[in-house]
């Protein structure tokens, strides 16, 4: 089975800056494609939302509240996620989940899939 684990979290003050990444990885596995990606927060109390995505071609998609401060990114051939958060505000004092929908692998001889994917989250504290 394939993981996806979030790094990069942390303490930032508002207005800085910080990078997640979410790698993908398993044992005795070699992933061959990921579908869409995504970021998602979750606030204490609250919902868990979408925050950005981007497909397996790079086309992004962004809420409104972060266009223009956050930046998406994959690299495929690392099968990692990006997330750039710059100007960061102190609501975004959250924890952050990477999510794939898709990840096709080769788990021995077999061409498998394995669908709606999630990290286990990484914390961003931001302080004013």
């Known amino acids: 089975q394939v993981r996806l684990v979030e790094s990069g979290g942390g303490l930032v003050q508002a207005g800085g800056s910080l990078r997640l990444s979410c790698a993908a990885s398993g044992s005795a596995l070699t992933i061959n494609t990921m579908g869409t990606m995504a970021w998602y927060r979750q606030a204490p109390g609250k919902s868990r939302e979408l925050v950005t995505d981007i497909t397996t071609g790079g086309v992004t998609n962004y809420q409104d509240s972060v266009k223009g401060r956050f930046t998406i990114s994959r690299d495929n051939a690392k099968n990692t996620l990006y997330l750039q958060m710059n100007s960061i505000k102190p609501e975004n004092t959250v924890v952050y989940y990477c999510?794939?929908?898709?990840?096709?692998?080769?788990?021995?001889?077999?061409?498998?899939?394995?669908?709606?994917?999630w990290g286990q989250g990484t914390q961003v504290t931001v302080s004013s």
């Open positions: 999510h794939s929908d898709t990840i096709v692998y080769y788990g021995g001889s077999y061409l498998r899939a394995q669908s709606d994917t």
